[in-house]
């Protein structure tokens, strides 16, 4: 199994551009979730999905926007790209419907570092 | 919502030596605490958590320990090793059983393990 898979690793934008960020799980997992990461702020969670077809706001949506058209896939859009915006994105995973493991234990991906200048 | 405070920011420690992290959190409706390890370049990986129904839980050198009426847990790594090294992040969140809350994390503790 690959586990979380984010597509792709690095991207450099100018502000005002858009960019699609994409997450892929191959565990069946239910949940999925996009996070920020800033030096010294830990992880803020954006968005999140609770299945194929929903979503919900996180912390910090404001800006982003997000989509869960197959289970398997997560993706995080930025419309028009601001400075503000330059971090680490981590997109996670959680529950399966087959697992007797706890509902909140997330699979993350390796990130993918973005630039906005 | 949550807030999870998270200390030190940086513990350098000598190799063998423990090493200590403690979190706080805010919501009493919080029941699963997870800590994380993340390597340079690397997602964060899973390593120990907690749930409220239980004080403690040990997994070789690493242990966890929660008290739910002063709302802090704690990582304990004992013998430390060079490949300790690396950001761990605490967290929490509400397990409501089917319920899909994020986890709201600790601004993460970097612990160096000096040789």
């Known amino acids: 199994n690959a586990g979380v898979t984010q597509t792709p690793k690095f991207r450099v934008l100018k502000t005002g551009q858009s960019m699609t960020l994409l997450c892929a799980q191959d565990m069946n997992h239910e949940y999925m979730y996009w996070y920020r990461q800033d030096p010294g702020m830990g992880l803020r969670l954006i968005h999140y999905s609770v299945g194929e077809g929903t979503t919900a706001k996180g912390e910090v949506p404001d800006g982003y926007n997000v989509s869960r058209l197959k289970k398997q896939n997560f993706l995080l859009g930025l419309e028009s790209a601001a400075p503000s915006q330059t971090s680490v994105y981590f997109c996670?995973?959680?529950?399966?419907?087959?697992?007797?493991?706890?509902?909140?234990?997330?699979?993350f991906g390796p990130g993918t570092r973005l630039t906005v200048l | 919502g949550e807030n999870v405070e998270q200390h030190p920011s940086t513990l350098s420690v000598q190799e063998g030596d423990s090493a200590v992290i403690k979190c706080t959190y805010s919501?009493?409706?919080?029941?699963?605490f997870p800590w994380y390890k993340q390597e340079l370049g690397k997602g964060p990986q899973l390593i120990i958590d907690?749930?409220?129904?239980?004080g403690e839980k040990k997994d070789q050198r690493i242990a966890v320990t929660l008290n739910k009426t002063a709302k802090h847990f704690s990582l304990h790594i004992t013998e430390t090793q060079p490949e300790d090294s690396a950001v761990y992040f605490c967290?929490?969140?509400?397990?409501?059983?089917?319920?899909?809350?994020?986890?709201?994390f600790g601004k993460g503790t970097h612990l160096i393990i000096q040789p």
């Open positions: 919501d009493s409706a919080s029941n699963y």
């Open positions: 996670a995973s959680s529950y399966s419907l087959r697992s007797f493991r706890a509902y909140n234990e997330q699979f």
């Open positions: 967290a929490a969140s509400e397990d409501s059983g089917g319920g899909a809350d994020g986890l709201t």
């Open positions: 907690i749930r409220s129904n239980v």
